[in-house]
């Protein structure tokens, strides 16, 4: 089992920066892929990125891609999200999941883990 405890939202102005924490605990993610989604009210989880523990490549939607930053930190079993210039739009509950599947990381069932999430909210 992995548990996932995410950390690091709030409110922000359009514009800033933000940077969101998902630390895992059960087992280490050697082995695994770690994903953050996000929910806004009304709409479908969407994927925002995803890393790769094991060689730490990164994927990314294209609606983030040159804000948003993903990385690991071995030591600390966590992965960062770094989010700059921040938009209202990207308003959202961010969750991160891990998976150990061989699937596609952009699609939100193939996680076999969450956290619970944190708000995200940016005022324009």
């Known amino acids: ?6 950390s690091g939202g709030g409110l922000v102005q359009a514009g800033g920066s933000l940077r969101l924490s998902c630390t895992a605990s059960g087992r280490t993610l050697s082995n695994y892929a770690v994903g953050w989604f996000r929910q806004a009210p009304g709409k479908e989880r969407e994927f925002v990125a995803a890393i790769f523990w094991s060689g730490g490549s990164t994927y990314y939607a294209d609606s983030v891609k040159g804000r948003f930053t993903i990385s690991r930190d071995n030591a600390k079993n966590t992965v960062y999200l770094q989010m700059n210039s921040l938009k209202p ?4 509950v961010y969750y991160c999941a891990a998976t150990s599947r061989v699937a596609d990381r952009t699609v939100h069932r193939n996680y076999d883990y969450w956290g619970q999430g944190t708000q995200v909210t940016v005022s324009s």
């Open 89 to 92: 739009e990207d308003t959202a």
């Open 1 to 6: 089992q992995v548990q996932l405890v995410e």
